[in-house]
């Protein structure tokens, strides 16, 4: 089955240092993978996208991403923490055998401490 | 350039009843997505819509149904509401291709 595993239910991280949230996925073929933040009571922002070519994605607010399809992960990176960073984080993965859906992950709640 | 836009922010209903949830898509798309997110958990993929037809379910009963009309905006209809469809309803608009799809801030449904 086509599945995506965010293994912490939480990160708690100092301001500065730099942030990683984890996300592995189990799918057939090629997917196109994403990451999304969402604030409390508010929608998904788009972060980031990997869908061909260098492993390392650039996204929006500095964050970036790595893949690895050997170990079948799309970790969201982040080199210093900022409070305002402090968000509930998804995973999602796309594309697989054709389908349009996305299939997000649980979320990830990053804690950002001053 | 507006975003994805949806209506109404929150809704209360009883069990039993039907709602009627209302999304605009970012300008430039045509293609609207729907996802149910529980509390605590991630979004759910209801159904698809592209030239006003359902092109894609998820594992959801028939009593969800959905529609787009030709200016691209979509509506998800749920008839004889359970406790447990209480949940954040997200739209997502994309073009066609699997272009990245783009969330609406999403409506609260609250089924007593």
Redo the contacts between chains.
């Keep these: 089955a086509q599945s995506v595993a965010q293994p912490e239910d939480q990160v708690n991280v100092a301001e500065g240092n730099p942030l990683t949230v984890k996300c592995t996925y189990s799918v057939s073929g090629n997917p196109y993978l994403f990451w999304y933040v969402q604030y409390p009571n508010r929608g998904l922002q788009f972060l980031l996208k990997y869908i061909t070519g260098d492993n390392l994605v650039k996204g929006s607010y500095g964050f970036e991403a790595e893949f690895n399809k050997s170990q079948t992960s799309f970790h969201l990176k982040k080199p210093s923490a900022l409070v305002s960073d402090s968000a509930l984080y998804f995973c999602a993965v796309s594309g697989i055998s054709g389908t349009y859906k996305y299939i997000f992950g649980t979320g990830t709640r990053l804690k950002v401490l001053a | 350039d507006a975003g994805?836009t949806?209506s109404p922010t929150h809704l209360i209903k009883t069990r039993g009843q039907q709602v009627t949830l209302r999304c605009s898509p970012k300008s430039g798309h045509d293609?609207v997505?729907w996802?149910q997110q529980a509390l605590?958990?991630?979004?759910?993929?209801i159904f698809?819509y592209y030239e006003e037809e359902e092109?894609?379910r998820?594992n959801f009963p028939d009593r969800f149904s959905g529609h787009q009309f030709p200016n691209y905006s979509s509506e998800l209809n749920v008839n004889a509401l359970l406790l447990g469809d209480s949940a954040l309803y997200?739209c997502?608009s994309s073009r066609l291709g699997?272009g990245?799809?783009?969330?609406?801030?999403?409506t609260?449904l609250t089924v007593l």
Excluded: D, E, I, W
């Design positions: 994805v949806q293609t997505s996802y605590g958990q991630g979004p759910q993929f698809q092109r894609q998820g997200l997502a699997g990245t799809q783009y969330f609406g801030p999403g609260r």
